[in-house]
């Protein structure tokens, strides 16, 4: 037999005796996840993953009689997103789950009795697969993150999402980190808007939850009276088959929604070297919306902390949470000088043992230094190279804007069975070519604020008493608390005795 010629990208990568195919090794899996500034697909990198068995049925066999907590949601088409401080929640077995989603004439009892599942879709979102197969330690190593070069990170430091049709999350971005996620069971399709359009969005931090910012606008109905500026907005958006891998870069904002009857994902949100300072702007933003909401006569209409949070902490926490956050971004940054002579970039990966995109107050009492323990990567900085050219293909797919007259989260829908992409062009990507003939209107990675001489901006409704809520979208605004973090860590950092030497 002979000799296998040097591996270059667009051969085939196999692992093991030669069975499995794969189309990276790892190395080039985690070059790539770390040059890619764009949503993409990857295919047949996990289907020898045990993980992939993880259908409700297997998984309601696992789990037994362990409850899991459901959100509750209308499936109706409104305007206004459906937070979860507007859900309600059950607490079921993953057989009575499936029972109401399968067999709904079945459930005349048991915790989903009154919702009728022709009415109302259920999300056991956010479940820690460390947590609820706590005592089957064995199963994390069915989930191989390090096939994506992320070496000792499994189902540890995972999350599971099994959902009913319709189960949504509404829009938002994650502070933290980037995300991959796998599909394991139906299909969801998920709409992905850039960091440039998040003016677009109207964020806001109301409902308050760490490490998520919400947007205003339902993106698959949006109220354009209200959010004029959201019809400049170009959603790239995705059906995500099982088997398939989503990557999700660094602040792009995701609105999720499943497609059929039963689906299951897994992700694992990868810690990056900027999560240092967005700590900071997290601590800052938990302070001000704490402070300013613990004060305000209480609203029974107005549900402000997001039932994902456990409670409202005290601003002697929060400000120990901050100086904390602080300490560790300047402690970091003096070694980042030291051992490269300039601060890394915001594309390197961090890695830690636990992988969660939220860091809780309440979950880090002893927050004094706000530091995480870390875990072996398998790959240094000086290996963490980025391509020139992204090799995308058959096996890498970019998920580019779908364009559509008069509403960005159109167009044609990305949809297959089996896991092949029917709406591939030979470029390897998702969707039409985005139109270059538009100007960007934005200069910085949070984009601009809106454009007062623009006569869409002067399309709402009349001004009316400017609410708790209004002054808060304002100064917790990304953009506001990007600055107030950069100022304050300059401030601090010019007290150090290092800073005073120099």
Excluded at 252 to 278: C, F, G, P
Excluded at 372 to 380: N, R
């Amino acid at each position: 037999v002979p000799a296998r010629p040097p591996y270059t990208f667009g051969m085939e990568y196999r692992t093991g005796g030669g069975e499995d195919v794969k189309p990276f090794t790892p190395e080039e899996a985690r070059e790539i996840v770390m040059s890619l500034e764009k949503p993409a697909v990857f295919r047949n990198m996990v289907l020898d993953w045990p993980a992939l068995h993880w259908n409700v049925k297997y998984l309601c066999e696992m789990l037994g009689s362990k409850t899991l907590q459901f959100r509750m949601g209308v499936k109706k088409m409104d305007t206004a997103p459906q937070f979860e401080t507007k859900c309600s929640f059950v607490e079921a077995t993953l057989e009575e789950f499936l029972a109401w989603n399968c067999e709904p004439s079945a459930c005349s009892s048991g915790p989903f009795h009154s919702y009728d599942s022709s009415k109302y879709w259920a999300y056991a979102d956010y479940k820690y697969i460390a947590r609820i197969f706590e005592d089957k330690a064995d199963i994390f190593q069915e989930v191989k993150w390090s096939d994506f070069g992320f070496l000792g990170r499994n189902g540890r430091e995972s999350t599971l999402w099994i959902g009913s049709a319709e189960a949504n999350t509404p829009c938002h971005v994650d502070s933290y980190g980037c995300n991959l996620v796998l599909q394991v069971q139906g299909r969801k399709r998920w709409h992905l808007f850039p960091p440039e359009e998040t003016s677009f969005l109207y964020p806001t931090r109301i409902p308050y939850e760490e490490s998520s910012i919400f947007s205003q606008v339902n993106v698959v109905n949006p109220d354009l009276k209200n959010f004029p500026l959201f019809k400049r907005a170009q959603a790239h958006v995705v059906t995500l088959n099982p088997g398939q891998v989503l990557f999700v870069p660094r602040r792009w904002w995701h609105y999720v929604e499943s497609i059929d009857q039963s689906t299951v994902s897994i992700n694992s949100w990868i810690e990056l070297d900027t999560d240092h300072e967005a700590r900071v702007e997290e601590a800052i933003t938990r302070t001000l919306v704490c402070a300013i909401k613990s004060v305000e006569n209480p609203s029974i209409d107005d549900a402000w902390l997001n039932p994902t949070e456990a409670e409202v902490t005290s601003h002697e926490t929060n400000l120990r949470y901050l100086n904390g956050a602080a300490s560790a971004y300047l402690e970091y940054e003096k070694g980042s000088k030291k051992e490269l002579g300039h601060p890394r970039t915001h594309h390197t990966e961090r890695a830690t043992a636990d992988s969660s995109k939220k860091r809780k107050v309440q979950d880090n009492a002893k927050l004094e230094g706000c530091l995480l323990p870390a875990f072996d990567s398998g790959l240094t900085k000086a290996k963490a190279k980025k391509f020139s050219k992204i090799p995308f293909g058959l096996n890498l797919i970019q998920v580019l804007p779908q364009l559509q007259e008069g509403n960005s989260t159109g167009g044609r829908r990305v949809e297959s069975d089996r896991g092949d992409l029917i709406n591939e062009n030979e470029e390897g990507h998702f969707g039409k070519l985005p139109f270059t003939g538009k100007p960007s209107v934005m200069n910085n990675e949070y984009g601009t604020l809106a454009d007062q001489t623009d006569p869409d901006s002067q399309a709402s409704s009349c001004p009316t008493a400017i609410s708790t809520n209004d002054l808060l979208d304002c100064v917790v605004n990304p953009q506001v608390v990007s600055l107030v973090a950069r100022l304050l860590l300059d401030r601090q950092g010019q007290c150090t005795p290092e800073a005073v030497r120099t």
